[in-house]
């Protein structure tokens, strides 16, 4: 499966972004899908990973009431809404799949596919 993220950009402290990934080459449905963050300077860390059908979902603590994974199966796309954003929310974002997973959990290693990332920026 190909995947290519969108919607970063810059956004004011406390303001809403909304990515994007678009899947494509695959069923999308086979896919447990995910986005992860770097900050510079980082390691890669987990934000939130969303279950084939969309009916569960996990998080990372420090975006927990904060960010909302969603997807659209008929889209092919899944989408990270942040709101109430921090300066340290400021990190290229990755949208991540796998079709091997039978449980959520926040590993980088457990996903075989990435996107190219694409880059939020929050000003405070």
């Known amino acids: 499966v190909q995947l290519q993220a969108s919607g970063g950009g810059l956004v004011q402290a406390g303001g809403s972004l909304r990515l994007s990934c678009a899947a494509s080459?695959?069923?999308?449905?086979?896919?447990?899908m995910a986005w992860f963050r770097q900050a510079p300077g980082k390691e890669r860390e987990f934000v939130a990973t969303i279950n084939r059908s969309g009916g569960s979902t996990l998080y990372a603590t420090s975006v927990k009431g904060r960010f909302t994974i969603s997807r659209d199966n008929g889209k092919n796309t899944v989408y990270l809404q942040m709101r109430s954003l921090k300066a340290e929310d400021t990190a290229v974002y990755y949208c991540?799949?796998?079709?091997?997973?039978?449980?959520?959990?926040?590993?980088?290693?457990?996903?075989?596919?990435w996107g190219q990332g694409t880059l939020v920026t929050v000003s405070s």
């Open positions: 080459g695959r069923p999308f449905g086979d896919y447990v």
């Open positions: 991540a799949a796998d079709n091997r997973l039978t449980y959520l959990r926040g590993l980088s290693g457990d996903y075989g596919y």
